[in-house]
């Protein structure tokens, strides 16, 4: 029955808005470069085009060995870097049993004290090889609002190190907006992105980043969920305004942006406060054409119920 509920709200909610359509998409071949091209209508049900270039080696070989993350795959890496470790050090008094069929660590020895030291030992060499295999594979730990520990993929530090690849947008988009108005900015990339087609999101809880695509996979695939779309804005708005705050806010099924712009008074828009700075709220998703401030009923009720987790850039 709520599903029912939220299928009808979002019925009405998307009736109600102006949709986002892309127009016009393209990319073609030059050389050591693609050349991108799109057109959109935005709030105003004007036509906005932008064309941009991109080189071949940023758009193939940045996060190119990014994958799903496996359970498996991560316990057969922590268990093959501590066996290199135990190979330098031994444990003293123990012995250290590897079973490669379920990748567990069993530990034997006379004394129970040692053997617990051991296991102590182990516990904390493991947390460490995790971390970095996390790190280099772009994932990280994260605490959802119910506090509920899972991983996902790095969004924050892919839409940092993406950045600078989308230089080549700048000078484009400020043909149509100018650099100081924060707002018409803000308003032009969220059109944009907006427009882009729209895949579903995979349960961060258990689809272990499937489906998520780093900003210039989802330039080249025209296609993304709203993890992806709100990690291409990010990166997209940190590489126009290098200096603004910009915090990433992550609810159930869904995920919205936030830029340190002041709300306009009277106008009832979004916000939320992140130790001592206030964030104004987007929807990147789309495909309703929400400009900066305005978010979906749903995403309303989830922030001021405090159901979201934020990361900050």
């Known amino acids: 029955m709520i599903y029912y509920k939220r299928l009808s709200y979002l019925l009405i909610f998307f009736c109600c808005s102006a949709i986002a359509e892309q127009a016009h998409f393209s990319k073609k071949e030059y050389d050591d470069s693609y050349q991108f091209s799109y057109q959109w209508q935005d709030t105003n049900k004007i036509t906005q085009s ?16 990014f994958k799903t993350y496996k359970v498996d795959l991560a316990k057969q890496f922590v268990n093959k870097r501590i066996r290199r470790r135990l190979r330098k050090k031994p444990l003293a008094n123990v012995q250290v049993h590897f079973n490669n069929l379920n990748n567990s660590i069993d530990i034997t020895g006379r004394n129970e004290l040692n053997i617990q030291q051991a296991y102590t030992t ?5 947390v460490e090889i995790s971390a970095q295999y996390l790190k280099n594979n772009f994932y990280h730990r994260f605490v959802t609002h119910n506090q509920v520990n899972a991983i996902k993929p790095d969004h924050r530090r892919f839409a940092n190190l993406s950045s600078d690849s989308l230089k080549p947008l700048k000078p484009v988009i400020l043909e149509n907006v100018s650099i100081k ?5 803000t308003d032009f990339t969220l059109g944009f992105i907006q427009s882009i087609p729209y895949s579903t999101l995979e349960s961060r809880m258990t689809s272990a980043g499937a489906g998520f695509n780093p900003p210039l996979k989802l330039l080249w695939e025209n296609q993304g969920d709203c993890d992806s779309k709100v990690t291409l804005t990010a990166a997209l708005l940190r590489s126009l305004m290098p200096r603004i705050n910009i915090a990433l806010i992550f609810i159930d099924n869904h995920a919205l942006i936030g830029v340190n712009i002041a709300a ?9 406060e992140h130790e001592g700075i206030t964030y104004l709220l987007a ?10 401030g305005t978010i979906s009923e749903d995403s309303r009720h989830a922030i001021l119920q405090g159901q979201y987790s934020l990361e900050t850039m």
């Open 50 to 65: 932008i064309t941009f270039s991109l080189p071949k080696n940023n758009l193939f070989d940045q996060f190119r060995n």
């Open 122 to 126: 182990l516990s904390n060499m493991e």
């Open 181 to 185: 108005n924060i707002r018409e900015v």
């Open 264 to 272: 306009e008074i009277g106008n009832d828009e979004m916000t939320v």
């Open 283 to 292: 929807e990147p998703t789309g495909p309703a054409l929400l400009a900066l």
